[in-house]
């Protein structure tokens, strides 16, 4: 089993920028198909983005071009860059990866983007 823990979320104003982070309880190297989801109250939970061990990223058309995520393996951590938020992004967002086989979720982190 891994842990994994978000970080980052907090207020912010719209046209902001807020940084992410996921700390998984384990060497993130180990861990396979690591993701960015959010989710809304009365809603599904969507997918954000993705980066797979290789390096090649995946963004979900609603935040290509403002979002970046990548993984860094020398300090274990996942890391979603959110630039030129908007109040649609409000949500809470969840960092997601698989450990043999298994998929694994942080608690999440609350972003809200108000002025």
């Known amino acids: 089993q891994v842990q994994l823990v978000e970080s980052g979320g907090g207020l912010v104003q719209p046209g902001g920028s807020l940084t992410l982070s996921c700390t998984p309880s384990?060497?993130?190297?180990?861990?396979?198909?690591m993701g960015w989801y959010r989710q809304t109250p009365g809603k599904q939970r969507e997918w954000v983005a993705s980066?797979?061990?290789?390096?090649?990223?995946a963004y979900a058309d609603s935040v290509k071009g403002r979002f970046t995520i990548w993984r860094d393996n020398a300090n274990s951590r996942l890391t979603l860059q959110m630039n030129s938020l908007e109040p649609e992004g409000t949500a809470v967002y969840y960092c997601?990866?698989?450990?043999?086989?298994?998929?694994?979720w942080g608690q999440g982190t609350q972003v809200t983007v108000s002025s």
């Open positions: 384990r060497d993130i190297a180990v861990i396979r198909g």
């Open positions: 997601k990866g698989s450990y043999r086989g298994r998929d694994c």
């Open positions: 980066v797979v061990s290789g390096g090649a990223t």
